[in-house]
């Protein structure tokens, strides 16, 4: 847990950076802090590893002060990832990440040896360790950053602005690995960004700091979403809230589907004829997967990829309510296909039977946020 108690921040010059800021964020979850730029985001989370003290109140580290801490032996403690992930330019990628362990008295071949499992943890091949920052894209730079921060195996994690300065594709992909790698670490990690879809997908809570550093709202993205408290955080958190408020909901385990008709590759004419409900026709794979659909009237000899149509999405019978409602909107049938863990056909649902299952969700009788 770190814990922010009435910490204030006000720079020589007068700027009131933090103000009074008050903030839990739970052990082994990941704590976004969002906000528009200037509104404080840097200065609260370096305050955490006291590159930057603050004027008034208290950070702990799961109850204990920071202010009695040696700063070296606390930063020691929590990684720190910053944007264009700050490598050091002379120094080879494994280099770079073996700083920590050397740091903290590892041999040099233990250095390198762990060095080169975290390469393997964030995704990058062995051979990327001999190479120089400059020889890397922006995106596998920021791989690199995240696994010198964890190169000391710390408890806690400070990401300022982490993806930022990637393109778009890149850091979706950045976004799902970094997800994914959380499960299983499980450190305390508090993300900064500027980014509210970023910070509602990243974040088990989100504190919206507005500008001032005054802290505006903490909840869980679901909350925020549906709930905000007032209109600065409902018009940061943007447009089509409820529509978005989706992607946070499960489809529960009373969603019904309707059986659907399928063929497969190579399947003649006849049987597709002898299949088909209506315009639109299921085409799956050996293993029951759906692969897209086809038009039964146009196909004249057997069924081939060429004749597929891919517009469709699908949607997990575990996954989200939004992918749910877009894979029924999606589907050139207009039936929306849901799949198992496994991605086999499971069955088909209208737009409104996904409507009915959002209208018959538990989503509305969320908790009141917990300020
Ligand atoms: P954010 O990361 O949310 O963009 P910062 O924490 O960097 O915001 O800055 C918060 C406010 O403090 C801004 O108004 C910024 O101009 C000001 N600020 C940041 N660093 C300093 C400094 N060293 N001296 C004076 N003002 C600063
Ligand atoms: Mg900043």
Redesign the pocket.
Known sequence: MITFENVSKA???G?V??DQLNLECPTGKITALV??????????LRMINRLIEPTSGTISLHGESTAAMDPALLRRRIGYVIQNAGLFPHRTIIDNIATMPRLLGKTRREARKRATELLDVVGLAANFGDRYPWQLSGGQQQRVGVARALAADPAFMLM?EPFSAVDPVVRTQLQDEFLRLQEHIGKTIIV?T?DIDEALKLGDQVAV?RTG?RLAQTATPHELLTQPVDEFVADFVGRDRGYRSLGFASVDGTLETTDEPTARLGDSADTVASQARGEWLLIIDENNRPIGWVRPHSITGRITSGDLNFSGTTASAHGTLRALLDAALSAPSKRGVVVDRHGALVGTVTAAAAVAAIENSDRLDAEVPSK
Do not use: I, Q
């Open positions: 720079y020589p010059d700027t950076a933090v906000g528009p730029s200037g509104c404080g985001k840097t200065t609260s300022d900064v500027h700091l550093g």
